[in-house]
């Protein structure tokens, strides 16, 4: 019996039966695996560099050559007209993005010089008088077969500021007096001007503002200053500085044409009753004579089309626009061919200008012009050396 209960009890350890346990516990005893769901490998095609990079650069290069053929440049003296026609022109979005660069130029001669050699200034705006100085006294032979004008525009009135001791343009006889940075256009028309009334002054070639200022002080006894009125460089003015405006009177080159500057220009400076007489020169927009079929002279065109068809924008931009007329002509220089074209479609070309001869020369003769005009510069730079150091040099000599 003993033996009995020792065999009963020792546990006896079998397997579940199946139905043991009901269906949902067995299977959270045995925890199921899923087997990875199958991914297909991606293919990675790689892309050479260098094949890469060329495409970049094609990409960079069109779009660089795309802004560029949009793009033009117009150098003046000051920027104030050419940001005033840009902006004019830029706010045209059907022209499909034609931008006008405008650049501060180096003189009224080396601006017109700059339109005809200088890469990328397509325009200048240059005083009329300085156009015929540029004909009488070209930089190089057949200067105007390359210059060529758009039109007209508006006119430059000459300001001559005095101190209280000058009642006249006789009384500046040996006087100092301002003209204006060298080869600028307030340079060029004093000269002109004060050698035809004969009259020799000391000239100075100061900034207009540093002139001001030693007008005010008495250093100097007069400045000029060619500039639209009312110029921002007088407004300052206080009457009891006593400066005032110089007439001028007499016989002078036809494209100086006479006007007055009244109270309204300058209240502090002149009297209502006392308006003073002096004379006024035009402007006029030029370009480079490029052949018809190169893409420069399409790039011009793009931009006459642009100013033509949307010059009462720009007139209506600043005050000194409102008065030119783009069927006025240069005497003396030939209309650019596109400008030409325009006016007579338009109906609005002038007699004058229907006999325009357009010349193009070939690559051979504007090298041939070109070297000349390289020499001749070479010669005067020669002849103002020599004349400002003669004395140097003839000291040196006498040493040696």
């Known amino acids: 019996m003993a033996f009995c209960g020792l065999l009963i009890a020792v546990p006896i350890w079998a397997e ?13 005893a045995q925890p199921q695996i899923t087997p990875p ?3 297909p490998k991606s293919v990675v095609h790689r892309v050479d560099p260098a094949v890469q990079l060329r495409h970049n650069l094609r990409d960079k290069i069109n779009m660089r050559d795309k802004i560029n053929s949009r793009l033009v440049g117009i150098v003046s003296e000051g920027t104030d007209e050419t940001v005033d026609m840009a902006l004019a022109l830029t706010a045209q979005s059907e022209h499909d993005g034609l931008r006008l660069l405008p650049i501060a130029g180096a003189g009224a001669s080396q601006n017109a010089e700059d339109v005809i050699l200088t890469r990328g200034i397509d325009f200048g705006i240059v005083q009329t008088d300085v156009l015929d100085e540029i004909k009488r006294y070209p930089p190089f032979p057949g200067v105007e077969k390359y210059l060529q004008y758009i039109t007209k525009l508006y006119d430059r009135q000459v300001q001559i500021l005095a101190g209280p ?8 006889r040996g006087k100092k007096v301002n003209f204006g940075l060298q080869d600028s256009g307030t340079y060029t028309t004093a000269t002109t001007i004060f050698e035809v009334l004969r009259v020799e002054p000391d000239v100075t070639k100061l900034p207009h503002p540093l002139a001001l200022d030693k007008l005010r002080r008495g250093e100097i006894s007069a400045l000029v200053y060619v500039a ?3 110029s921002r460089l007088f407004q300052d003015i206080r009457p009891d500085e006593n400066l005032h405006f110089l007439p001028i009177t007499g016989s002078l ?5 006479a006007i007055t500057i009244t109270s309204d220009d300058y209240p502090e400076l002149v009297s209502q009753d006392a308006p003073v007489k002096t004379v006024e020169v035009g402007t006029a ?3 480079y004579n490029w052949p018809t079929n190169s893409e ?9 089309q642009a100013f033509f068809a949307h010059v009462k924008d720009i007139q209506a931009s600043h005050p000194k626009w409102h008065q030119f007329d783009i069927t006025s002509s240069v005497s003396g220089w030939a209309r650019f061919p596109a400008a030409e074209q325009w006016l007579k479609k338009a109906g609005l070309a002038p007699e004058e200008s229907r006999t325009t001869v357009v010349v193009q020369l070939d690559t051979k003769r504007r090298e041939s012009l070109f070297e000349d005009f390289q020499r001749e510069l070479l010669f005067r730079e020669f002849a103002t050396y020599q004349k400002e150091h003669r004395q140097t040099i003839v000291a040196y000599r006498d040493d040696h």
């Open 37 to 39: 769901k199958y991914k």
């Open 285 to 287: 927009l030029v370009a």
């Open 165 to 172: 001791d000058i009642r006249s343009i006789d009384d500046l």
């Open 228 to 230: 639209t009125k009312p």
């Open 16 to 28: 579940p039966r199946e139905d043991a346990f009901p269906d949902q516990q067995f299977q959270e």
């Open 296 to 304: 420069r002279y399409q790039r011009v065109n793009h931009f006459v």
């Open 253 to 257: 080159p036809t494209y100086y044409s």
